[in-house]
């Protein structure tokens, strides 16, 4: 019989932690060793050590019978996370049932992507879900390293909406990404650095004055556009189009953008795109801060209200 799901409760936090345990030392020794099962789930189980993660990104929980018989979660961004089947329930559509659940409310959301980061045990699982392997990792946990994937699903195909914005930080990668996507989709590429700034010195132009320019551009109804400027994007898209924010470490961006090469588009030579190049890292500094379009919370803000689908990278998409 199928499972009922529904919301973690707080009157969950005993037996959802015992669950984990369970999962965890259930793996056998090819997978992960003791030593590792004990790492990622010590003895005893301590719902003090959980609760903090679930109440943050409350679960899922799939029940049968009263009993709490798996779990899975996801963030407001596509990432999935915490699943367990209790040993005792699994082989039974649990997970697969869980799963469908939340990739369920992330269409409902828009969203364009799932991402997970999958324990040896669960990769093939993710796999027959749709997901592929983008890299393996080694992490470490109470003394102990642990391997594990980083995996992703795609929710839409890209070459199926209208236009593509992608926004960021400086150096966070957005236009040589925007460029090999508009490459691989045979669409024309906008980077709206052309249009925003008044002069070298980063002085905007007015939003209407950026607009005016926009309109005349060939290719920009199925284009794909980068800039880190909410308001543009903002005004630009419609429900048909999709949003890709590289929501990068400043510290990556920084290191991006201290190896860039000259842009003889932006800049008439590369010594001054160098002599530039300090208070274009003080730019990147200052994201986190910053309160105008430019900023994160610009950013986030654009990528909640957004009317069509959206996905959202914390590394360079490949």
């Given amino acids: 019989m199928p499972p009922t799901i529904r919301p973690f409760q707080a009157s969950d936090l005993i037996e959802v932690t015992e669950l984990v345990y369970a999962a965890v030392h259930g793996l056998g020794d090819q997978v992960y060793s003791a030593a590792q099962r004990e790492a990622w789930a010590p003895s005893p189980p301590d719902p003090r050590v959980w609760a903090e993660r679930f109440e943050a990104i409350p679960p899922a929980l799939a029940v049968i019978g009263g009993d709490i018989a798996g779990m899975m979660s996801m963030t407001n961004t596509g990432h999935i996370d915490m699943a367990y089947v209790h040993p005792d329930h699994q082989g039974h559509g649990i997970a697969s049932a869980l799963h469908a659940h939340l990739e369920a409310i992330a269409r409902a959301e828009r969203l364009g992507r799932l991402t997970t980061f999958a324990s040896n045990a669960a990769r093939s699982f993710f796999e027959r879900h749709g997901y592929r392997v983008i890299r393996g990792n080694q992490v470490e946990r109470n003394g102990e390293v ?19 914005f992608v926004i960021g930080n400086s150096g966070s990668g957005k236009t040589t990404f925007a460029r090999r996507l508009a490459a691989r989709l045979d669409r024309a590429h906008v ?62 961006c920084v290191a991006n953008a201290q190896q860039r090469p000259w842009e003889p588009h932006k800049w008439p ?30 950013h986030r803000a654009l990528f909640a209200s957004f009317a069509g689908t959206r996905e959202k990278h914390r590394e360079r998409p490949i």
């Fill in 146 to 164: 642990l391997g594990n994937w980083t995996m992703d699903k795609r929710l839409i195909a890209l070459n199926e909406r209208a236009r593509i």
């Fill in 191 to 252: 980077d709206l650095d052309e249009v925003a700034f008044a002069d070298q010195a980063g002085h905007r132009r007015p939003i209407a004055e950026s607009m005016a320019m926009l309109a005349g551009r060939d290719g920009l109804q199925g284009a794909v556009v980068d800039g880190c400027y909410a308001d543009l994007i903002g005004a630009l898209a419609t429900e048909d189009d999709h949003l890709v924010w590289l929501a990068l470490d400043v510290g990556a």
């Fill in 269 to 298: 030579s590369a010594k001054q795109q160098h002599d530039a190049l300090p208070m274009l890292l003080d730019f990147i500094a200052t994201y986190e801060d910053r309160t105008d379009p430019t900023g994160l919370a610009a």
